[in-house]
């Protein structure tokens, strides 16, 4: 029993290897989204963890580092496609929503990145739900690059069938509460999520699989595991 147990454990817990890709000077996202085709795998934001919820919209991401910072694009395919929340830390969970959860030093204590459609950003800090240190509008406006393909204008609900692609550019320094932080040699922890609360088709996905009754993306406990080379 205890073998069968291990071997269900190593299962549910994925190991990606983010790659290391060199550039010289100050790559843009024309630059970040052509390197990552070349020469990162996509993964997938496949796990479907609730059986109230069978919506399953495909969800691919590529990450990789450079120059100590993390490049991340998302590839969505979706039905529906919702961007009412403009402002930082605004509920942008509600609308059609990509996110990393990212524990740098694999000691519990995690960002929640979460980006809507049109780049609109929460986020925050600590090692639970209930304990959350939100990062300052400025920082998260004058930090991390972003740019989404739908562009950055609010919109209500479309339906029909949609396609979009997503592009972050986060320096390690907006780990603030790790300063001085190098990416390269970190073995840290980390799940991503796709999610749309309030569209007609509400769904819950994961990169790494969640053993919960209800929905609930902040729990660490059920993170992946990321080795950046």
Known sequence: MDKELRAEEITRNKTL???EIEF???ADFQDVSRLLDEKVETHFVDVLNWADFPYQPKVGFKIAHCNNQIWLKYEVEEENILAERTEPNSYVFKDSCVEFFFDPMADGNYYNFE???IGT???AYGPHRKTRKYATPDIIEDVI???SSLGAQSFAEKTGGHTWEMITILPAEILTHNPGI???GLKSR???YKCADDTSKKHYLSWNPIDTKKPDFHRPEF???LIFE
Do not use: M, W
């Open 17 to 19: 290897k983010v790659k």
């Open 24 to 26: 010289e000077g100050i």
């Open 115 to 117: 980006f809507n459609c």
């Open 121 to 123: 950003t929460l986020l």
């Open 145 to 147: 690059k972003i740019e």
């Open 182 to 184: 190098q990416l390269k």
């Open 190 to 192: 980390a799940n991503f």
């Open 223 to 225: 993170f992946g595991e």
